[in-house]
């Protein structure tokens, strides 16, 4: 799914689409024939490992199937085991160029893909990969075991027929610029994976059934609770593929599973696992040294990139009645000093989030455009009225402004909104205590939270910090069974179908969606619906950046902090890069997938 999402994130319809690849915006960088992507070592050695560690929300494994709903996957598996139609590259955006699919035909009307698989494509096992497999793992991923994010991507997709052994034809409800790339960008998995006697199982009872898939790695050996080992596939049909040149060079990629934040750092210190990203400025600033540094085994480093910021945000669970008044998130958000945060706290590492689009040309800035107005007005009775305003801006703490002044705001928006100071607590009109819970699956959150806290404590308001282990933290997301939590959402140069499972009112009231605020606005599911059958740039932009203001007025979203690199330590007597990292690289992604082992010391 990650994978998927990243895929769909990078990536109307051109009439006529014929080729190698598909663009967006009829823009491929590579063209027919090219030799292998700029950003890799053509010639990079194979063999030797990879030793990675798991990230710590991924506390263990019970499956070997990562696309169910229940249960948990080894980290990357996805990734390294399964093969899609088209892959992209992490130097242009909105692109996609054939891998199982030696080319993609998309109607003059925009209404189907049509792909013609290539001949020497294999699953692990040695079967051809065939138009069959490729519906019946189009079918299982819309069947009822998935996540709804499948079926809420994948809405106007009609159906998929089998044109003969190695082509399929994808039909679409209706023109969709991005379809050709979503439904390209699917994993493909063996008819035979989980067959019992004639028939395969039902897909929920494919467990730990050896994944059969057609990608660069296999399962090797296994060690519930402590690691996992992928083993390359050296007869792996793709590996002189120009898309596939220069990467998968590890012979073993071994992922080590720590339940503890200390004990992996130390475990990184001591040289147990060669490469690890990290997301704590403080252990960034603070805890990344010891004698491996010293020496220059390990090396710390970290790398520019042009991704978007995403919105990593607290989301308020709008399903709650207290969350249900936008005076009231409004004022939850002016509690928050983030300046305070990242000079003490963060090491100033970080930059604010506002909005959905950071740093991509969707970023909606000022007052609305005319055609963001043509967009927005039929919405006006419906929406904030700061939404036909300037775009909003998080509050500061820093001169001119103060967290004093904020809080004043608060107080008169929560006493607006019905809720006034009694006995130092904060009630509504029939005397009940305003508190929340913070949900999340990580202890060291705490930190973070409690001057938060603090500042909300003044406005009478309660905010009690609950961790829990993961798997019971994604059964209550699931479930969207918690008041708030915090989540980092990806962003994207070309948003699309994607988010109405994140904001769509159809996702709302579906278990296990990505809608996690609960919000179900008419206004937003036009905005998306705008968005999604865009024929042009030129017709994206103000769909974009109107759902942009629409959300960011909504205060949904408290808007955290985002990184401009990529902050990583490796092991440099083991492994090797590329001269540069492609700027829409997702980090250890990059490194997987194109870093080599150097020769032993």
Same mark, same amino acid.
């Given at each position: 799914?990650?994978?998927?999402? %990243? ?21 491929? $960088? ?39 709903? $229940? ?25 996609? &160029?054939?891998?199982? +699919? ?11 893909? *049509? ?11 040695? !079967? ?40 399929? =034809?994808?039909?679409? $409800? ?13 994993? /493909? ?22 994944? %059969? ?15 996992? *080992? ?9 590996? !002189? ?38 997301? #704590? ?56 000093? &983030?300046?305070?945060?990242? =000079?003490?706290?963060? &090491? ?36 904030? +009225? !700061? ?10 703490? !820093? +001169? ?37 819970? &913070? ?9 973070? /939270? ?55 009112? @159809? ?9 996690? #605020? ?16 865009? @024929? ?17 007025? #909504? ?13 990583? /330590? ?32």
């Amino acid at each position: 799914m990650r994978r998927l999402l %990243i895929f769909v994130a990078l990536c109307w319809v051109n009439p006529g689409w014929a080729a190698h690849g598909y663009a967006l915006w009829s823009d491929l $960088k590579y063209p027919a024939g090219f030799a292998h992507f700029d950003y890799v070592n053509a010639d990079a050695p194979k063999g030797g490992e990879l030793r990675l560690v798991s990230n710590l929300r991924v506390s263990t494994f019970d499956k070997y199937n990562p696309f169910t709903i $229940k249960g948990s996957a080894p980290a990357y598996l996805s990734d390294l085991m399964f093969d899609s139609l088209l892959t992209g590259s992490l130097d242009e955006t909105g692109s996609g &160029y054939g891998l199982l +699919a030696q080319d993609v035909v998309v109607s003059a009307d925009g209404m189907s893909a *049509t792909f013609k698989l290539r001949p020497e494509a294999r699953f692990h096992n040695g !079967d051809a990969v065939l138009a069959a497999d490729v519906k019946y793992s189009f079918d299982a991923l819309m069947g009822p075991f998935t996540s709804p994010a499948y079926k809420t991507m994948l809405e106007d997709v009609g159906g998929l027929d089998v044109l003969d052994e190695r082509t399929v =034809r994808y039909r679409f $409800k209706k023109p969709n610029r991005e379809l050709p790339l979503t439904v390209g960008g699917l994993p /493909v998995f063996s008819r035979a994976w989980g067959m019992e006697g004639a028939e395969p199982k039902p897909f929920d009872q494919i467990v730990t059934d050896t994944p %059969i898939g057609s990608g660069p790695y296999k399962i090797g050996p296994v060690r519930f609770g402590k690691d996992i *080992t992928y083993v390359r596939d050296t007869t792996y049909w793709a590996k !002189d593929l120009n898309v596939r040149r220069g990467t998968a060079n590890f012979d073993r990629i071994t992922v080590k599973i720590y339940k503890d934040a200390t004990a992996r750092l130390e475990a990184l210190k001591a040289g147990e696992f060669d490469l690890m990203r990290f997301f #704590s400025a403080g252990d960034w600033a603070r805890r990344v040294n010891g004698k491996k540094f010293d020496t220059g085994e390990l090396v710390k480093r970290e790398y520019q990139h042009r991704l978007p910021t995403g919105f990593q945000s607290y989301v308020l669970n709008t399903r709650r009645e207290r969350f249900k008044d936008v005076r009231v998130r409004q004022a939850l958000g002016l509690a928050l000093d &983030y300046e305070w945060m990242n =000079r003490q706290l963060f &090491y100033n590492a970080y930059q604010r989030v506002n909005g959905l689009f950071g740093n991509t040309d969707c970023q909606a800035s000022g007052s609305p455009s005319a055609q963001e107005l043509v967009l927005l007005e039929p919405w006006r009775e419906v929406l904030p +009225a !700061d939404v036909f305003g300037p775009m909003t801006q998080p509050p500061r703490t !820093d +001169a001119p402004s103060s967290l004093r002044a904020n809080l004043r705001r608060a107080q008169a928006l929560l006493n607006a909104a019905g809720w006034n100071v009694s006995n130092g607590k904060l009630r509504n009109a029939q005397g009940q205590v305003f508190e929340m819970e &913070y949900l999340d699956s990580n202890e060291g959150s705490a930190r973070v /939270v409690t001057p938060w806290a603090r500042n909300l404590e003044k406005l009478g308001i309660t905010l009690n910090f609950r961790p829990v282990d993961f798997a019971l933290y994604q059964q209550r997301l699931q479930t969207f069974e918690f008041d708030m939590t915090s989540l980092a959402y990806g962003g994207t140069h070309n948003p699309g179908q994607e988010y109405a499972d994140l904001f769509g009112s @159809k996702a709302a009231d579906q278990e296990d969606s990505g809608n996690m #605020s609960g919000i179900k606005s008419p206004a937003v599911d036009a905005l998306i619906s705008a968005m999604t059958r865009a @024929k042009s740039k030129a017709e994206l932009l103000p769909a974009c950046r109107a759902l942009e203001r629409v959300i960011a007025h #909504s205060h949904v979203l408290i808007p955290q902090w985002s990184a401009p690199t990529h902050r990583m /330590v490796f092991n440099a007597w083991r492994l090797d890069q590329p001269a540069a990292m492609p700027p829409y690289s997702q980090g250890e992604g990059w490194a997987i997938d194109t870093w080599w082992a150097k020769a032993p010391r």
